[in-house]
Nanobody, 125 residues
Framework: QVHLVESGGGLVQAGGSLSLSCVVS????????MGWFRQAPGKAREFVAA????????QYADSVKGRFAISRDNVKDTAALQMNSLRPEDTAVYYC??????????????????WGQGTQVTVSS
């Protein structure tokens, strides 16, 4: 069983930055891919960013490319999403997720088995 807890959400003005953190509680030796997704009110959950276990391969949604950066620390079992140049359309609940295909990046929610509870990010104009 893998347990994830996000933190770092909040209210920020457009153009500002936020850093989200995800603490992963997993069995020693477990490897997992990490993903970040978001869901705005009235909209479907959408992919934001993903990383393989090593962090050597990452993938981003076109809407956040060049503004967001995913990273991970496998010693501390944490992952982060640095969000810069935030826009009002980035407002959503952000979720981190862990999946068993640790060697791959996936943009689909079905590839991730474990999910955090979500953290709210609100960007004001």
């Amino acid at each position: 069983q893998v347990h994830l807890v996000e933190s770092g959400g909040g209210l920020v003005q457009a153009g500002g930055s936020l850093s989200l953190s995800c603490v992963v509680s997993a069995r020693p030796g477990d490897r997992y891919a990490m993903g970040w997704f978001r869901q705005a009110p009235g909209k479907a959950r959408e992919f934001v960013a993903a990383s393989t276990w090593s962090g050597a391969t990452t993938q981003y949604a076109d809407s956040v490319k060049g503004r967001f950066a995913i990273s991970r620390d496998n010693v501390k079992d944490t992952a982060a999403l640095q969000m810069n140049s935030l826009r009002p359309e980035d407002t959503a609940v952000y979720y981190c997720a862990a999946g068993p295909n640790w060697y791959d990046v996936s943009t689909t929610a079905d590839s991730y088995t474990y999910w955090g509870q979500g953290t709210q990010v609100t960007v004001s104009s």
